[in-house]
């Protein structure tokens, strides 16, 4: 099998003048793109270097620099341009670089030829021995952020460039307009290689002309306008470029006619997004890979495609999926990471990908997610969050979609969706995906987040997906500050009071968000002493629950007897909590009579005696609004930050035996909440629901916060005064 560079120059002779590369307004056919990049590899090989670094945008400079390592027999690392500082400094010291080249000049860099600059290290760190027959070494940030190079060599990169070619062969060249930047190494073997081995055409234009900015962000308007611009036949696509483009489509704004073939990988798509895709005209394929196999292991391709799956292995790989449900790959594997021992049992290993799925009968690779994301319910059903993450994009046209609940009874998400997205399509799009789920993945409820998550913050890979760990960690913060949407999961349709009261009250909500312990929680300044201060004044409120309950019930009219019939329910679920609270309290070492005689916080006592009066002397339904206020809360907040807590303070289980139960039962008392609400139809009790909830909010956010919390060190005040400038 003939190299890269054996391949090029085997075009160079036989069809020398057929373009090859394009960059804005200059063309280079096959014979000019051998030229320039020879001359750049001499430059390389007069500098004596062996190890660089390939920065910048997307341009023909950093594909010729790309090439001519190649030819001087150089190892190149490409650096991803949405790579922090931190993580180049990684990069660089971890590879052992002696030189960084770039497509544009700058300080103290050396021009190579055909607009590729080379900035010398002086100070080049020690090399660290690499796996024979290294040529590229392509970084991922994985789910840690901490970059990791995966070392491959030529023939690895070719072997997969020459099957790509073999089972695109009956879509043949094309115009190819690389969106990805050229770091990633799918866009540089699929989008650079394989066009120019297929004698196809490749167009690089910096991200920013296509509305592409960092690792995550895009401007879809743009990017259909520069593909209306210049017409490429083929694209690779994350599938948040492809939901974008295929929207883009249904709305006229995005010409299709002239696709012959368009890949997306690197997430699990939605057949849904597949179908709507090609039936507006978009030629759209999954398929599937990592970089330990050079990018692509199966494709789904025309002809020879199955919606669901990610295609047929290609040629030069042999895939299984063992007995626990692991997909392992063969046949074509990395020569190992930089800077881990490479000691291998066989000549030919099978590499445990991580990724979890089967193989049909007829062949084709299902991928249902990464074996470490799997979710097991409170039912002991497991689940693959990255499968309902690709519906809800599909379903709700989330931007992101994140889905957690580890351990609990039913699973939630957090999404980003567009801004014009009402709260009533939000639940009624839910329940339509509720409806076509199994019973065990259904979601009752998703929490809509007013901006998007990020690299910088830490929430996502440099490839867009999820940190999921760090998501679970500030999973207090990130549902504080969003807007819950919830879905009837019986698949009865909502009515209007429950949605009105979430809106009525979403202002005064804030106060409990902001509230300073649940930022001292992630930051690891909550005491033992701020925890019992809290789960006495816990006990003081929630001693009065059953004893308002009952109040409430003597006072409602005959026309509320569906909702004194629901107290009975709520009663006897509700009997005896405050005495498990105590039983916490003396888990933490005080005394639990001590702190069943004490006197309650202000906050409380206004609290309590606010709702009595209203029972009494106003409208007995109001009482449903500190219901409102006490679930809700718990649902969103009470287990992410028990467990933050419990982490921390190092205290048993059985100190935490009320938050637990609180987050994980109230959701369904949440849901039977939900339905009781609906079913109120009157306005006055309508408005004492929503103005008593506004009023428990306003005294139950007191109350947190005046939780007595630690002082922020000096260190501490400057991470939080940097992140808000």
């Known amino acids: 099998m003939a190299t890269l560079p054996e391949a090029l120059l085997l075009a160079a002779t036989t069809r020398p003048d057929t373009p090859a590369l394009v960059s804005g307004d200059r063309q280079y056919n096959t014979r000019e793109l051998l030229d320039a990049a020879l001359t750049v590899a001499f430059s390389l090989q007069k500098l004596d270097l062996k190890r660089i670094g390939l920065c910048g945008d997307n341009t023909s400079a950093w594909v010729i620099a790309d090439l001519a390592c190649m030819l001087a027999d150089v190892v190149c690392v490409p650096v991803p341009v949405f790579f922090s500082s931190a993580q180049v400094s990684h990069l660089v010291d971890t590879a052992g670089l002696q030189a960084l080249l770039w497509p544009e000049t700058g300080t103290a860099r050396e021009h190579l030829g055909e607009g590729v600059w080379a900035s010398v290290l002086a100070d080049a760190p020690a090399s660290i021995r690499l796996p024979e027959g290294t040529a590229k070494i392509t970084f991922t940030s994985g789910s840690t952020g901490t970059p990791k190079g995966v070392c491959l060599s030529r023939a690895q990169i070719m072997a997969t460039v020459e099957a790509l070619r073999q089972r695109l062969s009956p879509v043949g060249a094309a115009r190819h307009l690389c969106i990805l930047p050229l770091a990633t190494l799918l866009e540089n073997i699929a989008g650079v290689y394989l066009p120019l081995l297929m004698g196809g055409v490749v167009r690089v234009e910096p991200l920013s002309a296509l ?119 063969r046949g074509n594997i990395h020569l190992g990471y930089l800077g881990e021992p490479t ?40 689940i693959s969050p990255e499968w309902l993450e690709s519906e809800l994009v599909q379903a709700l046209g989330a931007r992101q979609a994140v889905v957690f609940g580890d351990g609990e009874p039913a699973l939630r998400a957090l999404v980003v969706v567009p801004p014009t997205a009402t709260r009533t399509d939000l639940a009624a799009a839910l329940q339509r995906l509720n409806k076509r789920l199994p019973d065990y993945a259904r979601l009752p409820v998703v929490y809509r987040l007013p901006r998007s998550l990020t690299a910088s913050d830490g929430y996502l890979t440099a490839n867009a997906r999820p940190v999921r760990h760090r998501i679970k960690s500030d999973l207090p913060q990130l549902l504080a500050g969003s807007v819950p949407v919830y879905s009837d999961c019986s698949g009865e349709s909502s009515m ?66 569906g909702v004194r019939e629901a ?32 006197t309650p916080d202000l906050t409380v006592e206004l609290m309590v005696a606010y709702l009595y009066h209203q029972i009494d002397r106003g409208n007995p339904a109001a009482f449903f609004g500190m219901v409102q206020v006490l679930e809700g809360t718990s ?33 369904g008392h949440f849901e039977f909440f939900r339905k009781l609400m609906n079913s109120i139809t009157d306005p006055a009790d309508q408005q004492a629901i929503i103005d008593a909830a506004r009023m428990v909010y306003r005294l139950y956010g007191d109350m947190l916060h005046r939780i007595p919390l630690p002082q922020q060190t000096s260190r501490q005040t400057l991470e939080t005064d940097h992140a808000a400038a």
């Open 496 to 561: 209007a009071f429950f949605d009105k009261l979430q809106t009525e009250t979403a202002e005064a909500k804030i106060h409990v968000t902001r509230a300073p312990v649940i930022a001292a929680v992630s930051e690891g300044r909550m005491t033992v002493e701020s925890y019992t201060w809290f789960l006495t004044q816990a006990f003081h409120h929630v001693k009065h629950t059953v004893p308002l309950m009952m109040a409430c019930g003597s006072r409602l009219p005959d026309r509320l007897e």
């Open 211 to 329: 509305g592409v900015t960092g690792s995550s962000g895009v401007d879809a308007s743009a990017l259909a306008n520069a593909i209306n611009r210049w017409q490429p036949e083929s694209v690779i696509l994350v599938p948040e470029l492809a939901r974008l483009l295929t929207e883009a489509a249904r709305v006229g704004a995005l010409g299709c006619s002239q696709f012959r073939f368009m890949a997306v990988g690197g997430g699990k798509v939605a057949p849904g997004l597949l179908a709507q895709a090609r039936a507006l005209g978009l030629p759209l394929y999954e398929g599937y890979g990592l970089s330990e196999c050079g990018s692509v292991v199966a494709l789904n391709t025309p002809g020879d495609d199955h919606p669901g799956c990610v295609g047929r292995p290609l040629n030069h790989v042999r895939v299984r999926v063992d007995e626990h449900r692991h997909i392992l790959v």
């Open 635 to 667: 649902i969103e907040l009470a287990t992410p930050l028990a467990r933050q807590i419990q982490a921390h303070l190092e205290l048993p289980d059985q100190a935490f035996s009320y938050l637990y139960s609180h987050g994980e039962l109230d959701q």
């Open 567 to 598: 107290l009975v329910e709520y009663i006897e679920e509700e009997y005896g909590h405050h005495e498990w609270i105590l039983n916490d309290l003396q888990a933490c070492g005080e005394d639990r009579e001590a702190c069943r005689a004490s």
């Open 343 to 382: 000691a291998v049992a066989e000549d030919d290993p099978w590499l445990d990908t991580g990724d979890l799925g089967e193989l049909t009968d007829d062949g084709f690779l299902r991928v249902d997610g990464r074996s470490k994301n799997l979710l097991i319910t409170g039912f002991g059903r497991n």
